[in-house]
């Protein structure tokens, strides 16, 4: 696969992994960039031990983490300052225009970050165990207990819906 069916193929992916994680678009497109850059740069090191996706995911999160640790941020823009104003510029997929999502956007706001991450993965991404706990360098019994944690905490913080794991 060349660079660019590389590129079409999982940037939308991996910009929607990474809006999640910073909740600014700009952010989110400067740092999915600075992802593939970097994938380019480097993918003579792909050990293809993991999938492509896992790995673009991999460096994408250590981008985030890198940036926010640069700024020392240790909040994040809560989901609804972002959501409102912006829905027309995001990927019609997952935005849906209507109160209960933004209460579910809310309630992941205030969880804290690894539970949010985890959520996001296995949930909104759709990542087995596996490759959750390859992504983030975690045990698969640390991935599971942080999703039934984090369904666990969304669930008392959301008020508008019914939350069943799957």
């Known amino acids: ?7 079409q193929q999982y940037q939308p992916a991996i910009y929607q992994y990474i809006f999640f994680l910073v909740q600014n678009k700009e952010l989110a497109e400067d740092l999915t960039q ?3 850059y970097k994938c380019f ?3 003579e090191t792909f050990r293809q031990d993991a999938e492509i996706n ?17 700024k020392k941020l240790i909040q994040f823009i809560p989901f609804a300052k972002v959501y409102e104003g912006m829905t027309e510029d995001l990927p ?18 205030k969880l804290k970050f690894a539970y949010r991450e985890v959520l996001i ?3 909104i991404k759709g ?10 360098g975690y045990s698969e019994t640390k ?21 069943h794991e799957k």
């Open 92 to 109: 019609a997929q997952w935005v849906e225009h209507n109160e209960q999502m933004k209460e579910l956007f809310n309630a992941m706001a």
């Open 143 to 163: 991935v599971k207990n942080n999703t039934a944690r984090a369904i666990e905490a969304l669930r008392k913080n959301w008020k508008g819906g019914d939350l």
């Open 1 to 7: 696969m060349d660079q660019h069916q590389l590129y």
């Open 41 to 43: 740069k480097n993918i």
């Open 121 to 123: 993965l296995r949930k």
């Open 54 to 70: 896992t790995w673009l995911h991999r460096i994408a999160r250590n981008l985030a983490y890198d940036y926010f640790r640069r």
């Open 34 to 36: 600075e992802t593939f």
């Open 127 to 136: 990542l087995s165990v596996k490759e959750t706990s390859e992504l983030l």
